[in-house]
């Protein structure tokens, strides 16, 4: 048995049977055992966590010191708290500030729908590109550069569309359906329909209009508005406990409903809490960044595999998924520089290798 | 076989597939985006008689287009037979699960090397699908057969938003290739050659052709793997044709229209309610429904906005879409 695999009755076994010790995990990971067994398990996601969030703090600094004006990364975070050169602080506060904010929070969001959706319907490859939302946000945004005459800012509109997507899902799927499926099929849908609106109105806009709006089909991190992404920083600060805890919930939800339900689970609530917060996690991240695919997919797997299969690794995908996030769009600024290529063409360059391995691999562990 | 075939029930459906084709190939015909030329125009035209424009608009026009659509509808609605029962899943579609991605990725990829859609190479667009039907059915093998239809689109879905993304980026960079495929890539067959798919129709009858040889074996594997060894069938063989089959018609038809999603999800549904779950007869019937579709969504298409049309693949999403949602609405997904 792959050491990833999480099967629900082996690790249902050992949920509620806590004298017994766990055999089960390979040797030489994370695992380090002192007193209670919980105790060990919840120290190998925390410190997962903990290296999580020290690969974030380096890419922050990273990110916020690169650029035309190179500032060394020690300096660039002291920089963020006020501190050093008085031209520094104005470069990373009031430049670049925005931007890595947008991807680190964009990131973690999709990190977190992605663990959300994958945990409840115990799929590896249900993740918050598939549902829709991102193409009616696609859709909202290329109709107001192309032409739809509006007011709002594309950003805007892609939140409306977001919105808008989420809730007509919820309207026309019924709830979310046993394992979330009928949510996720009445999305991808729905989503097919807004992907063929955004393919004519690419075919029907003058070229350079269309041209104008083909960042908004890939994810780009480029001249975010300060609005979209503010609001984006207060809902994932909002959202990462609630997730946090609808996790704890969901780790229950992996054993077959009628125990979870004898365990004192509300199943049915779960789940549409569970889609809903993926869901407005999923439309805030979109509204600001655009369609960046993959990144749902993989920073569920990296958090998984650094968490360990006990947990329901919220804080560790969020985590990664931000540290992806920052780094495609630091690849993207970067390699190429001065010409600078949208993070979502990084990760669909990157992660477009790995879907195909993922695909395709020998079909060990595939239940969630 | 024959006792199979001819049941009262594939007569009936034969006969009323048929009779639906035909009305619909004179409503191809005879309406357009404004309403000068009518279908006693179009008979006038077609006995050589009528006015210039309205020759013009009829042979130039109407009949390409009517022809193109037929074809197309008879490669997506056999592909989307052959890949339901060969994946048993009632949601398996060439759209779905990213054959019609993989062949339009392929055809963007070849224009941005320099091609030119008027010369566009049917054989691309064949390797395209190929690549994207043997992931789609490597993962359908993987996942166990029949065990959760779901699992199968999710990865189709996943695959195909790769391929989108892998198209964005060449349309981002190569201002020519966005400029000659946007019109392409929404799936129409309303202004395309004649000419430019006569290399498209003898790969489409040699994936059908193949198609109807594997109905048998197909039939056999329906009652399970061992089952169908026990009969002599070969699965993986089976299997290998049917992802060569579905990669020469999805690829002939991409190159001929575009990519269309949703024809390969409703037909086979249709031909199954009309007579029964047997691939055999589902087979022959999508064949004569499929062009019934596509040339039904090409008519709605050129009235929904009148005077201006409204491209295949949007009408066809808008239909398809709602199907898609009721199959997952409906209690359970019906097994194959």
Redesign the interface.
């Known amino acids: 048995m792959d050491r990833l695999s999480l099967n629900p009755t082996t690790s249902a076994a050992h949920e509620l049977n806590l004298a017994q010790p766990f055999t089960g995990q390979p040797t030489g990971l994370w695992l380090l055992r002192f007193g209670r067994l919980s105790l060990l398990l919840d120290r190998r996601a925390w410190l997962a966590s903990l290296l999580l969030l020290l690969a974030t703090v380096v890419l922050v600094g990273l990110s916020l010191g690169s650029g035309t004006v190179k500032i060394a990364p020690l300096d660039a975070l002291a920089a963020l708290f006020n501190q050093g050169e008085t031209k520094n602080i104005f470069i990373v506060r009031d430049l670049r500030l925005t931007r890595v904010l947008a991807g680190g929070m964009a990131g973690a969001a999709l990190g977190m729908a992605g663990c959300l959706l994958q945990t409840l ?1 115990r ?1 590896r ?3 918050p ?2 549902i829709g939302i991102d193409n009616a946000a696609t859709a909202f945004a290329v109709a107001s550069v192309v032409g739809v005459s509006t007011t709002l800012a594309p950003s805007g509109m892609a939140l409306i569309g977001a919105i808008t997507m989420l809730s007509l899902t919820f309207a ?3 709830g979310a ?1 046993t394992r979330g ?2 949510f ?3 999305g ?3 989503g ?2 807004c ?3 955004t ?2 109105m ?2 029907r806009a003058p ?1 350079d209009a ?2 104008d709006a ?2 908004w ?2 994810g780009s991190l480029n001249d975010r508005s300060g609005i979209t992404v503010s609001l984006l920083a207060w809902g994932v600060v909002i959202l990462l406990p609630l997730a946090a805890i609808v996790g704890k919930r969901l780790n229950l939800v992996r054993l077959p409903d009628a125990v979870a339900q004898s365990l004192g689970v509300r199943v049915n609530r779960l789940r549409f809490f569970t889609i809903l917060l993926a869901g407005s996690l999923t439309g805030l991240a979109v509204a600001v960044a655009g ?1 960046v ?2 990144i749902g ?1 993989a920073a569920p797997e990296l958090g998984r595999r650094l968490a360990g299969p006990r947990t329901v690794p919220i804080v560790p995908s969020a985590l990664a998924g931000a540290c992806f996030t920052m780094l495609a769009d630091l690849l993207g600024r970067t390699l190429f520089s001065p010409t600078e290529i ?1 993070v ?2 990084v ?3 990157v ?2 290798p790995y ?2 391995w993922f ?2 691999r020998t ?1 060990r562990g ?1 239940q969630l | 076989m024959a006792t199979t075939l001819l049941s009262r029930r594939m007569l009936i459906g034969v006969l009323a597939a048929f009779g639906l084709l035909a009305i619909v190939i004179l409503l191809s015909l005879g309406v357009g985006s404004d309403n000068a030329i009518g279908l006693a125009q179009v008979f006038a035209v077609l006995q050589g008689a009528g006015d210039d424009q309205a020759r013009l608009t009829v042979l130039d026009l109407r009949v390409p287009r009517t022809i193109i659509g037929v074809l197309v509808g008879v490669a997506l609605g056999s592909a989307g037979a052959l890949l339901q029962a060969a994946a048993r899943n009632p ?1 398996a579609e060439p ?2 699960l990213g054959v019609s991605a993989g062949s339009a990725t392929a055809v963007v990829v070849s224009i941005a090397l320099g091609a030119s859609l008027n010369n566009l190479q049917v054989g691309v667009a064949i390797f395209g699908a190929l690549i994207g039907c043997s ?1 789609a059915l ?2 359908a093998r ?2 166990g057969l029949g065990d959760d239809p ?2 199968l ?3 189709g ?3 195909s ?2 391929l ?3 198209s ?2 060449i ?2 960079t190569d ?1 020519r290739t ?2 000659e495929v ?2 392409w ?2 799936g129409a067959i309303a202004g395309r050659n004649l000419s430019s798919i006569t290399s498209a129709i003898p790969v489409l009858l040699l994936g059908l052709a193949v198609a109807l040889l594997l109905a048998r074996p197909l039939a056999a594997l329906a009652l399970g793997e061992k089952v169908a060894s026990g009969l002599g069938q070969r699965p993986k063989l089976v299997r290998t044709g049917v992802m060569i089959s579905v990669a020469l018609l999805v690829g002939s038809a991409t190159a001929m229209a575009g990519p269309i ?2 024809v390969g999800l409703v037909v086979p549904i249709a031909a199954r309610a009309m007579v029964g779950p047997d691939i055999r007869r589902a087979l022959i019937l999508a064949v004569l429904l499929g062009p019934s579709f596509v040339l039904l969504a090409d008519v709605l298409s050129r009235i929904v906005a009148r005077p201006t049309e ?2 295949l ?2 009408i066809s ?2 239909i ?3 199907i ?2 009721l199959i ?2 409906s209690q359970r997904l019906p097994a194959l």
Do not use: C, E, H, W
Request: aromatic share 4%; glycine share 12%.
């Open positions: 319907s799929n490859l249900a993740n590109d598939t026309l799927s019924g359906g499926y009928r996720l099929i009445t991808l849908g729905l097919a329909i992907g063929a609106a393919n004519l690419l075919a070229i269309a041209n083909f960042p089909t890939i369609p695919g993959m997919l949208p979502g063409i990760t669909a360059l992660g477009g879907l195909l695909l395709l079909p595939k | 949601l759209g779905l992931v490597g993962v993987m996942s779901i699992r689109v999710l990865a879905a996943a695959l938003s790769m989108a993304a892998v964005s980026v349309l981002l201002q966005a400029d946007r019109f890539t929404i999603g949703f409204t491209p693949g949007v999403a808008l398809g879409a709602p898609l949602v997952v609405r």
